[in-house]
């Protein structure tokens, strides 16, 4: 069963930052996405991001049994603790596309302030964030380490 990570304080849930707006992305946690692409190839990859500091995306949550063969990431918000600080998703486009499908612009809307979306071959560069309406969005990549 999946549990939460716990480091440092409670960050407690995302509306504590909400006023911030999610810019920058800690390298770290993208090249985490990334591998994890790469590796569940020729399946989707799905997980959330977390924010425990305002307008960063600080962590990866690994959601076990989402790349289990179906075409699409299946990526369900049941699984979501309510108390931590999941600020949007993540996954990958075994075709490359870098664009959000039908069903991606659902699960957007739904819930979520950044989603980001990978593509094969899960380079530094193969990847793409977006807004809640399934805008495309530019975020910073933070060295791990450095502050805003
Ligand atoms: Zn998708």
């Known amino acids: 069963m999946f ?7 409670s960050a407690g849930p ?4 909400s006023r911030v707006p999610i810019s920058q ?3 770290g946690v993208l090249h985490s996405a990334l591998a994890c692409g790469g590796s569940a190839l020729p ?10 500091e305002p307008g960063i995306i600080t962590d990866l949550l690994l959601i076990p049994g989402t790349s289990s063969g179906r075409r699409h990431a299946n990526l369900q918000l049941w699984m979501l603790p309510s108390d931590f600080s999941a600020v949007g998703t993540v996954h990958s486009h075994p075709s490359g596309a870098l664009f959000p499908s039908s069903a991606d612009l659902q699960l ?3 819930w979520g ?11 530094p560069r193969d990847w ?3 807004n809640g309406v399934g ?3 530019n975020l910073t990549v933070l060295e791990d380490g450095t502050g805003p």
């Open 3 to 9: 549990r939460p990570r716990r480091r440092g304080r």
């Open 135 to 137: 805008e495309a969005v």
């Open 14 to 17: 995302a509306g504590s930052h």
């Open 128 to 130: 793409r964030a977006y």
């Open 43 to 52: 399946n989707e990859f799905g997980g959330f991001l977390r924010s425990e």
């Open 25 to 27: 992305i800690r390298r």
């Open 113 to 123: 302030l950044r989603h980001i979306i990978l593509g094969r071959p899960f380079g």
């Open 108 to 110: 957007f809307r739904n």
